[in-house]
């Protein structure tokens, strides 16, 4: 008798996880495993966001929050919205959550009934199909390639919206790809969507300061698309705080007031001190965090230029985040020493148990042709891993 729900039978584990506690498994039983396969930034927390966790413990910061989060941090963070990106929210409209994948699972469960369906560009995050199962929606994917900057266009979003869209859910910068949309790019999308007043758009903004080549533009900036967006974002990122779990989306009223009324029935407010600790992060500015920035950015150009000497990988230059995604199929269908490459997560497999060098396939994020690999680790991690992965296939 199976006793586990349908819906939740209908749900995979995170690839993201599957591959990085594999990887730690390897590393307890003695084998010197390089680990590129989580998100996760490798720098400690700022010090005066440790300072204000500590004051807010001393001060007895133990008690329930309000659901949507402190009051003070949701003005913080209403401030940081008008000053990075133009936006005008009111603290009201702004949900704190126990991170942003929370945020995006309020918003789902907030507009989608039974059947409705939920735009996903492909490459997307391993999570937003999941989610999109957990909640009761049909993920509808749009197709991209590293030809095209694994980015969609306005046109193939508007072929994609049916009378059932519900929403269209995408991340710039992109998990995993390391792309970003422009402001044009996102302008003419947002033009599409304005048409579709029964779509709301899921913006993931998550990456938003770590990126070195432009701008970064929400889509919520587009007044024709204000009343349809839900901006995510959060503090684990660009502050390094991925274990405090802080996140929040800002939204229109109607849809705040929801997202407070799913939260409320789900996990209430978020951990206390780290919310204090956040309202510290939200009042930084940006400019306190470019060495992380800058790190990144150098550990990309020497990935770039080691990755681009390794036989069948194809990869283009990502432009934000710290991800590569590149194209392997030139691997897949062939045997290589007694592993049978069907797709990237064999090969991703191949990789970790041939390599001792961890990624995570595409298959969960849409792409089965790439796979994922994290520069958020060491130069000298980095260089090993890519000599690592460049001898193993060089025979192949």
């Given at each position: ?22 990887a730690?498994d390897?590393k307890?039983a003695?084998i ?10 490798d720098?400690d927390?700022p010090q005066?966001?440790k ?8 001060e007895?910061y ?6 949507p989060g402190?009051l003070?941090?949701?003005q ?13 929210y009111k ?6 959550s ?18 409705d369906?939920v735009i996903l560009?492909a ?9 999109v ?6 993920s509808v ?8 900057d ?40 947002a033009?599409?969507v304005?048409k579709?007043p029964?779509v ?5 903004e998550?990456?938003?300061?770590i990126?070195?080549e ?16 839900a ?8 502050f390094?705080?991925?274990?405090w779990?802080i996140?929040?989306?800002a ?14 029935q789900m ?5 206390t ?8 992060a ?11 920035i800058?790190?990144?950015h ?27 995604f590149?194209d392997i ?10 592993f049978?490459?069907k797709?990237?997560?064999d090969f ?6 041939k ?13 089965p ?24 296939v060089?025979?192949?």
């Open positions: 008798m199976n006793k586990i729900s349908d819906r939740l039978n209908r749900l995979s584990y995170s690839q993201t996880f599957v591959m990085s506690n594999k730690r390897m307890a003695g010197d495993v390089i680990s590129l396969t989580l998100g996760e930034p720098f927390v005066k966001i300072q204000a966790a500590f004051d807010a413990i001393n007895n133990s008690h329930y929050s309000p659901v402190f003070e941090l949701r913080a963070i209403a401030a940081k919205l008008k000053r990075d990106n133009h936006l005008d603290p009201t409209q702004i949900c704190v126990n991170g942003a994948k929370q945020s995006i699972i309020n918003v789902l469960q907030a507009i989608i009934n039974d059947g369906e560009p490459p997307y995050w391993v999570s937003y199909d999941e989610m199962k957990l909640v009761g929606g049909t994917f749009i197709e991209t390639s590293i030809d095209t694994f980015k969609f266009t306005a046109e193939q979003l508007e072929k994609a919206i049916t009378p059932r869209t519900k929403a269209l859910l995408y991340s710039s910068p992109c998990n995993p790809s390391g792309s970003y949309y422009t402001r044009g790019e996102l302008e003419a999308i033009n599409v304005a579709y029964q709301t758009i899921i913006s993931d998550i990456y938003e300061f990126n070195y432009g701008e970064h533009v929400s889509i919520a900036s587009f007044p024709q698309v204000y009343e349809q967006t901006v995510i974002n959060g503090m684990s990122k660009a390094a705080m991925t274990g779990r996140g929040y989306s939204c229109p009223d109607w849809l705040a007031s929801a997202c407070d009324k799913v939260q409320g996990t209430s407010g978020a951990n001190v780290a919310q204090r600790a956040s309202i510290t939200m009042q930084m500015d940006p400019s306190e965090l470019q060495y992380m800058m790190e990144f150098k550990r990309r150009d020497l990935v770039f230029e080691l990755i681009k000497e390794i036989k069948g990988f194809k990869c283009n230059l990502p432009k934000s985040a710290f991800y590569f590149p199929s030139y691997f897949v269908g062939k045997n290589l020493d007694g049978e490459i797709d990237s997560d991703a497999m191949f990789l970790l148990e390599a001792h060098v961890g990624s995570v396939g595409g298959v969960s994020f849409g792409s042709e790439c796979i994922r690999l994290s520069y958020a680790a060491s130069e000298e991690d980095l260089r090993e891993a890519m000599k690592r992965i460049k001898d193993c060089e025979p192949f």
